[in-house]
């Protein structure tokens, strides 16, 4: 197995995109255990290897087709799934009634962000990097999120589900809007 051919599935840049995934299971189930903080570090070492896996396949010119898709799915359990569950399983509700329509707009954040992994794929080639993004990205949306919890959880500046959840709708719109962000 030769962990630099573009060709082999288990390239060294896929190996770390599947370390994002095996992270992002992980951090899932501490939000089930309401270990929110594990889940939280681990999502954030999860992004460590997203930027890293970029880079090992730029510079070892090991982008391909199945890496970029592979890295869509990742960011998508990463980035997306995980930081949803994380801050609503953190919320406190009043009624099921509230808690209904805030999972509604949890839903609909997490469709925003598979759009947007999808649309990106197929717009990009594998190996190019543009200047900017359309769009806000998936790691960026779940960095909003996580600010949220923190407001919400450590500084207590805002409790309430229904403002986080608009809050969280402003950012699924913002996954698909014509907001430029540059590429780091």
Same mark, same amino acid.
């Given at each position: 197995? #030769?962990?630099?051919?573009? #060709?082999?599935?288990?390239?060294?840049?896929?190996?770390?995109? @599947?370390?994002?995934?095996?992270?992002? &299971?992980?951090?899932?189930?501490?939000?089930?255990?309401?270990?929110?903080? &594990?889940?939280?570090?681990?999502?954030?070492?999860?992004?460590?290897?997203?930027?890293?896996?970029?880079?090992?396949?730029?510079?070892? #010119?090991?982008?391909?087709? @199945?890496?970029?898709?592979?890295?869509?799915?990742?960011?998508?359990?990463?980035?997306?799934?995980?930081?949803?569950?994380?801050?609503?399983?953190?919320?406190?509700?009043?009624?099921?009634?509230?808690?209904?329509? &805030?999972?509604?707009?949890?839903?609909?954040?997490?469709?925003?962000?598979?759009?947007?992994?999808?649309?990106?794929?197929?717009?990009?080639?594998?190996?190019?990097?543009?200047? @900017?993004?359309?769009?806000?990205?998936?790691?960026?949306?779940?960095?909003?999120?996580?600010?949220?919890?923190?407001?919400?959880?450590? @500084?207590?500046?805002?409790?309430?589900?229904?403002?986080?959840?608009?809050?969280?709708?402003?950012?699924?719109?913002?996954? #698909?809007?014509?907001?430029?962000?540059?590429?780091?």
């Amino acid at each position: 197995m #030769n962990l630099y051919d573009a #060709n082999n599935r288990f390239n060294l840049a896929n190996i770390v995109t @599947f370390s994002n995934v095996a992270l992002g &299971v992980t951090a899932l189930y501490f939000v089930t255990q309401k270990e929110f903080l &594990v889940a939280i570090i681990l999502a954030w070492i999860a992004g460590g290897l997203d930027i890293l896996d970029g880079k090992i396949a730029r510079k070892y #010119n090991l982008s391909n087709e @199945f890496g970029v898709q592979l890295d869509s799915f990742a960011d998508f359990l990463s980035f997306v799934i995980m930081p949803a569950f994380l801050l609503f399983y953190s919320l406190n509700f009043s009624n099921n009634f509230t808690k209904f329509i &805030v999972g509604i707009i949890f839903i609909y954040y997490i469709i925003s962000g598979l759009r947007r992994l999808v649309e990106f794929n197929l717009k990009t080639d594998a190996g190019s990097v543009d200047k @900017f993004f359309t769009g806000v990205p998936t790691p960026l949306g779940a960095i909003l999120l996580w600010i949220l919890y923190l407001i919400s959880h450590t @500084f207590g500046l805002i409790t309430s589900p229904i403002i986080i959840a608009s809050l969280v709708a402003t950012i699924a719109w913002s996954l #698909n809007s014509k907001i430029r962000v540059p590429h780091p």
